[in-house]
Every structure is written in C-alpha cells, then in structure tokens.
C-alpha cells in the first residue's frame, strides 16, 4: 500500500483540530430559588401565613366527600390563623388577609410590602394557593376577601384609611367600562371587617377574644345577611356598557340613590353605615354571638 494521496493527508490534517479539541462547557445551571424558611426563622405573619397554607393542603388531601368548604372552610382558615398568631391580633390580621387573596393585594401595596418579605418561598406560594379553595363568607368569595384584607388595611393603616380604600375600589368598579358596578354589599363587607379589627383591638378584651377566634370563629357572626343590597352601579355615560347587569343597576339607580347619600353622611363606627342596610344588617353583632 503506497503513501496517501496528497489530498487524503489534506483532509487528514484539516480534521485532526476536531478530533482533539475538548468538548464545549456544560451550561450554568439555573440559580436555585431561596430555600423555605424553616419554621424556627418564620417572620409572626410568615408563621400565621404558613398555618393557613398546612391547613389548605390537609384539606386537599382529604377524600373529596369529607373536604370542607365555603363558609366552613373560611371558618377553618380564620381559627388556624388565630392559633398560630398566638396572641398577635396584628400578624393574625397582615396573614390571614394574605393568605386567602390571590391578588396579593397586601403585599403589592408598599407601606405593607415589608411585611411579607421571605413570608414563604415561591414553591409554598404555589401550593398554597393551589390548595386554598374558595373560602367563603355569606356563600361569597369575594366577601371573605373583602372583609379579610379590609380588616388587614384596617389594622396597618387605620380603620379610616381601610374605609377610604373599599370605597375608593368600588366607586373605580363603578367608573370602569367593563366594571362591576359599586356594590353596596361589599362595602358592607368591607365596613365589617373593620369592625372585626377594631372588636379586637379592645384594650380589656382584645387578647381574650382572638382565643374566642381561635376556639370557634364563624364569619357569619360577623357580617350579617346583605344578599339584597344594591349591586351593579356605575357612573358611566348612558349607553356606555349596555347590557343585562347595566340594565338591572339603573332600574335600581333610584333605590341606590338614597342608600348612597346617607352612607356619606354617616359614619360606620356610630352604626350610620348599617342603619341602611335591611333590617337584618342592623342586628349586625359587636361580638360573636
């Protein structure tokens, strides 16, 4: 067999670099998200958020005929709150209104924000919220959150603040296109959970009544029947948002108006807010019964 052809050993040469050469780098592994706090390094909110989150999951995890829900699933959250903020009416407040809203609302507010730094890592987030349900409160969702986090605002910023902020979120429901309108029942939700926090915030009793909470809290004690308030208004321009809820909150308008114009004029804390509500709501209780 004679020597290569020249051109063989050419192409011999050429590939000879790739042969040797050393593969390329592995790529940088993806930075590891925060470990969870261990429980011993909890924030007190981060520890009320975490009793709400072990409740939700061992819920879940029950056979589906012996879960609890709605309004008794809300009652499980508030109590397991209550235990584990083991006095603490702020922490209970800052973590269960956090802990059931999966707006965030709480903590995307910045004077709030520094509250629920390294609560929990994303991984618990995820399965808390996975898990959370749909506590209920009076058979509605959005009455647990609007009497939670307004009992939470109430806490940190003052039951005026709280006040301003429900009613600022619903005259913009009210103002939007596409919104749903100023509802008279949320506010009323709004306007209990900052009873609940100024019925705790009692010098003499305050202590002894988070036990209460802890022991036996049913949400229903707190908020009374409000299903036949006024729903759906809206400011908007006539024939702006026609359609079936449209229709329904102006052929109410007239009853609304009058509802509106007192609950200006009168202040919550001097019972002025639920005078106007049907004569259920004014039997609205100042402790659990």
Same mark, same amino acid.
């Given at each position: 067999?004679?020597?290569?052809?020249?051109?063989? &050993?050419?192409?011999?040469?050429?590939?000879?670099?790739?042969?040797?050469?050393?593969?390329?780098?592995?790529?940088?592994?993806?930075?590891?998200?925060?470990?969870?706090?261990?429980?011993?390094?909890?924030?007190?909110?981060?520890?009320?958020?975490?009793?709400?989150?072990?409740?939700?999951?061992?819920?879940?995890?029950?056979?589906?005929?012996?879960?609890?829900?709605? =309004?008794?699933?809300? =009652?499980l959250y508030v109590r397991a709150a209550a235990r584990a903020a083991a006095g603490d009416a702020r922490s209970f407040l800052l973590?269960?209104?956090?802990?059931?809203?999966? @707006?965030?609302?709480?903590?995307? @507010?910045?004077?709030?924000?520094?509250?629920?730094?390294?609560?929990?890592?994303?991984?618990?987030?995820?399965?808390?919220?996975?898990?959370?349900?749909?506590?209920? &409160? *009076?058979?509605?969702?959005?009455?647990?959150?609007? !009497?939670?986090?307004?009992?939470?605002?109430?806490?940190?910023?003052?039951?005026?603040?709280?006040?301003?902020?429900?009613?600022?979120?619903?005259?913009?429901?009210?103002?939007?296109?596409?919104?749903?309108?100023?509802?008279?029942?949320?506010?009323?939700? =709004?306007?209990?959970?900052?009873?609940?926090?100024?019925?705790?915030?009692?010098?003499?009793?305050?202590?002894?009544? &988070?036990? %209460?909470?802890?022991?036996?809290? %049913?949400?229903?004690?707190?908020?009374?029947?409000?299903?036949?308030?006024?729903?759906? &208004?809206?400011?908007?321009?006539?024939?702006?948002?026609?359609?079936? *809820?449209?229709?329904?909150?102006?052929? *109410?308008?007239? *009853?609304?108006?009058?509802?509106?114009?007192?609950?200006?004029? $009168?202040?919550?804390?001097?019972?002025?807010? !639920?005078?106007?509500?049907?004569?259920?709501? $004014?039997?609205?209780? @100042?402790?659990?019964?």
């Amino acid at each position: 067999m004679g020597p290569p052809a020249p051109a063989a &050993l050419l192409a011999a040469l050429l590939a000879l670099p790739l042969l040797v050469q050393e593969p390329p780098p592995a790529p940088a592994p993806a930075p590891s998200p925060p470990p969870a706090p261990a429980p011993s390094e909890r924030t007190p909110v981060g520890r009320v958020v975490a009793a709400v989150a072990a409740a939700a999951l061992g819920n879940a995890a029950l056979p589906e005929k012996e879960r609890v829900a709605g =309004d008794a699933l809300l =009652d499980l959250y508030v109590r397991a709150a209550a235990r584990a903020a083991a006095g603490d009416a702020r922490s209970f407040l800052l973590g269960i209104g956090h802990a059931v809203d999966p @707006t965030r609302s709480l903590e995307k @507010t910045s004077l709030l924000s520094k509250h629920y730094a390294g609560v929990e890592s994303e991984e618990e987030r995820k399965a808390r919220l996975g898990a959370i349900g749909k506590p209920t &409160l *009076r058979g509605r969702n959005d009455h647990a959150l609007h !009497f939670l986090v307004s009992a939470a605002f109430a806490r940190a910023l003052g039951g005026a603040a709280a006040e301003t902020l429900g009613l600022s979120k619903e005259m913009m429901d009210a103002m939007k296109v596409k919104g749903s309108g100023l509802s008279f029942a949320d506010l009323a939700a =709004d306007y209990a959970g900052i009873r609940f926090d100024a019925w705790l915030a009692d010098a003499k009793e305050g202590a002894a009544r &988070l036990a %209460r909470v802890a022991e036996g809290f %049913r949400g229903a004690e707190f908020l009374p029947d409000v299903s036949g308030e006024v729903e759906g &208004l809206t400011g908007r321009p006539r024939g702006a948002g026609r359609g079936a *809820r449209g229709g329904r909150a102006r052929s *109410r308008a007239a *009853r609304g108006r009058g509802a509106r114009s007192e609950c200006a004029s $009168s202040g919550f804390f001097e019972g002025g807010f !639920f005078s106007i509500l049907s004569s259920s709501s $004014s039997e609205v209780p @100042t402790a659990p019964v």
